[in-house]
């Protein structure tokens, strides 16, 4: 099983990404994900850089490159607007109370 239910098909007589490595990474992603990183969280630059391994009965490297090609832009969004991935915490939510410098102070009374 791979990455949010994602299903890749694998080449049988032919090389694919190896299996193992695939889902690892996958699995790491996910949490990361889900606001529940195992290890350190997951950034899109290291899914952009990520390199795996090839044997034969591996998963179709087209379908993996695209799955990750949309992981790596979900990550992307997340970070630019502030979310947690990359820094631990749950990354659909964003920071809840914002940047500093967007957070008001309390009104002054005289």
Request: proline share 6%; glycine share 10%.
């Amino acid at each position: 099983m791979a990455s949010q239910g994602q299903r890749f098909r694998r080449k049988a007589l032919r090389r694919g990404y190896k299996v193992d490595e695939v889902d690892a990474f996958l699995d790491r992603v996910e949490a990361t994900l889900d606001g529940q990183p195992v290890g350190a969280p997951v950034a899109s630059q290291e899914v952009h850089d990520v390199v795996f391994r090839v044997r034969f009965n591996g998963y179709d490297e087209w379908q993996v490159d695209l799955h990750l090609d949309r992981v790596e832009r979900q990550l992307a969004e997340l970070e630019e607007r502030g979310g947690a991935a990359g820094r631990g915490g749950d990354p659909r939510m964003g920071d809840r109370l914002g940047p500093p410098e967007r957070m008001a102070a309390p009104p002054m009374r005289d």
